[in-house]
Each structure stands twice: as structure tokens, then as C-alpha cells.
């Protein structure tokens, strides 16, 4: 059975930090690609950040370069995503997903976890 679950949302200030973690189960990680998505009230979702099963390349959206960090440990089938300098609008409901490619870039993302809550307020 496959599996992703998303941990480590929550509240935090403005300008605060937050790690969310994506384990896997049930399919073959080393294999796919891991991205995370966000989708807040009212928008569309956005994928911002991913990274690949092979090199270790990553992607990220201009909303979220140089905050976030994206990470994968392939011995624990985990993939983390390290949030800096949180600002109200990256509030969401954040997803992690897999899609069996090597790279980033192109392919449809073929499993999603239930998503965890990230709330920016002060």
C-alpha cells in the first residue's frame, strides 16, 4: 500500500521557522522524484520545491527561493522541507507527492499524501 505522509505543520510568527517531513512507503523510493505542494484557501495549487531521485537536484518556486530548503534521505524513505523567513502567505495546506522520474523537471505526479496545515500569524 502506498503511502505519504506529511508531519511537522503548524503556527508560527512571521519571519519564524518550520521543518515539514514526507515518509514513504509502499513503492519504490530511490525511484521518483519528491515534490511539495501548497494550496491556501481560494488559489491554486502551487508546486514549490521538488527533488530528483537521481542527483540530487532540486527545484524551487521564486516564492520560496533562498527560504526553503528541500532534502531527501533515501535510506529512511523521507524527504524533508526546511521553511525559513515565513511570511503570512505562505500559510497553506502543504502536500508532499512522488513521481517515478529521475529529474524534476516534467512527468505527472502518481502518488500524494493528505497534506498538513501550515499557519503564518502573528
Same mark, same amino acid.
Not at 3 to 8: A, K, M, N, P, R
Not at 27 to 37: K, V
Not at 93 to 103: E, G, H, I, P, T
Given at each position: 500500500? &502506498?503511502?505519504? #505522509?506529511? /508531519?511537522?505543520? !503548524?503556527?508560527?510568527?512571521?519571519?519564524? $521557522?518550520?521543518?515539514?517531513?514526507?515518509?514513504? *512507503?509502499?513503492?519504490?523510493?530511490?525511484?521518483?522524484?519528491?515534490?511539495?505542494?501548497?494550496?491556501?484557501?481560494?488559489?491554486?495549487?502551487?508546486? &514549490?520545491?521538488? #527533488?530528483? /531521485?537521481?542527483? !540530487?537536484?532540486?527545484?524551487?518556486?521564486? $516564492?520560496?527561493?533562498?527560504?526553503?530548503?528541500? *532534502?531527501?534521505?533515501?535510506?529512511?524513505?523521507?524527504?524533508?522541507?526546511?521553511?525559513?523567513?515565513?511570511?503570512?502567505?505562505?500559510?497553506?495546506?502543504?502536500?508532499?507527492?512522488?513521481?517515478?522520474?529521475?529529474?524534476?523537471?516534467?512527468?505527472?505526479?502518481?502518488?500524494?499524501?493528505?497534506?498538513?496545515?501550515?499557519?503564518?500569524?502573528?
Amino acid at each position: 500500500q &502506498v503511502q505519504l #505522509v506529511e /508531519s511537522g505543520g !503548524g503556527l508560527v510568527q512571521p519571519g519564524g $521557522s518550520l521543518r515539514l517531513s514526507c515518509r514513504a *512507503s509502499g513503492f519504490t523510493f530511490d525511484y521518483y522524484a519528491i515534490g511539495w505542494f501548497r494550496q491556501a484557501p481560494g488559489k491554486e495549487r502551487e508546486e &514549490v520545491s521538488c #527533488v530528483s /531521485s537521481s542527483d !540530487g537536484s532540486t527545484y524551487y518556486a521564486d $516564492s520560496v527561493k533562498g527560504r526553503f530548503t528541500i *532534502s531527501r534521505d533515501n535510506a529512511k524513505n523521507l524527504v524533508n522541507l526546511e521553511m525559513h523567513s515565513l511570511k503570512p502567505e505562505d500559510t497553506a495546506v502543504y502536500y508532499c507527492a512522488a513521481k517515478w522520474r529521475r529529474l524534476c523537471s516534467g512527468g505527472e505526479y502518481n502518488y500524494w499524501g493528505q497534506g498538513t496545515q501550515v499557519t503564518v500569524s502573528s
